[in-house]
């Protein structure tokens, strides 16, 4: 009978949760969509190429502006690393573009609230600056210098063969109602699945998990609590939609919002998309100060933010 009552405990829960928060995965889902029927990988290459010279703070808005997945990601770095481009906006690109985009924005803001949302979407901003910014001293002191691991394969797009017309100018795609529909069909089925399915996941823990350790190991009066969330991101995080209802579950069991985003931001950045990703275009020198400006600046970021909320300013 235990086990059923959690169970049936959990799916409520799970409902609840859905229905205070449909409308955002709904927003989520739209913009979503749009994002990958009008922005390709080709335009945010083309955007790089356009804004050379503010390079590490355009790749940070590329990075959180796009919905790129790990794939994409990886075809713009390489398209970068073509060009001859310097570390520091590579850097800022690898760090930034895993970690948020506008639909994770809303769904974020759905399932723990704009200042929380606001928070993560920041901390990426600042962390793709950090690691440009500390990429640059790098390679200013010549610590970078053969760093790339392979040529350029042949789903890059090397930013250098971008004529300035193609630069200025793309054709707006033309996209059909029933293309749309299906796209729309397609992310919002597989985002459902993915937040009823993780959602259920951390309600149920919260349930079997007893809060005290919770409280113990993430709470807010614990001075390990940040640090420990945002190295245990590093191996156990899944994806953004997949995370974020399953850790939603363990800030009701106790866990310090900080720690949530401690976790969310070393968990996005070194998911096995991202990691693997940056293994095929850098050698060890570059990934370590991806891994480190991640691991530092989530500890940072969530210590900030909880106490930003002790003092009741969110």
């Known amino acids: 009978m235990f086990i059923i009552?959690?169970?049936v405990n959990t799916l409520w829960k799970v409902l609840e949760t859905f229905a205070h928060n449909w409308i955002f995965l709904l927003?989520?889902?739209g913009i979503s969509v749009w994002l990958k029927l009008y922005i390709s990988q080709e335009m945010v290459a083309r955007?790089?190429?356009?804004y050379r010279r503010g390079s590490v703070a355009m790749a940070t808005a590329a990075a959180v502006g796009t919905p790129l997945c790990s794939c994409g990601t990886t075809a713009v770095v390489l398209g970068m690393v073509a060009s001859v481009m310097p570390w520091a906006p590579i850097v800022a690109f690898m760090v930034a573009s895993p970690l948020t985009s506008p639909q994770?924005?809303?769904?974020?803001a759905g399932l723990f609230g704009w200042p929380f949302a606001i928070a993560f979407f920041v901390a990426s901003i600042l962390l793709g600056l950090l690691g440009g910014a500390v990429a640059a001293f790098a390679e200013s002191r010549g610590w970078l210098l053969n760093q790339a691991r392979l040529a350029p394969s042949a789903g890059a797009i090397p930013l250098t063969v971008l004529t300035p017309v193609q630069t200025v100018a793309s054709p707006k795609p033309?996209?059909?109602?029933?293309?749309?529909?299906?796209?729309?069909?397609?992310?919002?089925?597989?985002?459902?699945?993915?937040?009823?399915?993780?959602?259920?996941?951390?309600?149920?823990?919260?349930?079997?998990?007893?809060?005290?350790?919770?409280?113990t190991l993430f709470g807010s009066g614990q001075i390990y609590?940040?640090?420990?969330?945002?190295?245990?991101?590093?191996?156990f995080y899944i994806n953004t939609e997949s995370s974020l209802p399953l850790v939603l579950g363990l800030v009701e069991a106790g866990?310090?919002?900080?720690?949530?985003?401690?976790?969310?931001?070393t968990g996005a950045g070194t998911s096995v998309g991202a990691f693997s990703g940056m293994l095929t275009i850098a050698r060890w020198r570059v990934v370590a100060i991806v891994l480190a400006t991640l691991w530092v600046g989530a500890i940072l970021s969530g210590a900030l933010y909880n106490t930003i909320v002790a003092l009741g300013l969110v």
Do not use: C
């Open 5 to 7: 009552d959690m169970l």
């Open 47 to 50: 955007f790089m190429q356009k």
């Open 225 to 235: 609590s940040v640090p420990l969330a945002a190295t245990l991101g590093l191996p």
């Open 104 to 108: 994770e924005l809303v769904y974020s």
């Open 174 to 215: 033309q996209v059909t109602f029933l293309q749309a529909a299906r796209e729309f069909f397609d992310t919002g089925w597989k985002l459902l699945l993915t937040f009823f399915g993780f959602a259920f996941i951390g309600y149920f823990l919260n349930g079997l998990i007893p809060a005290e350790w919770v409280q």
């Open 255 to 265: 866990m310090s919002p900080g720690a949530a985003l401690a976790f969310l931001v």
């Open 27 to 29: 927003l989520s889902v």
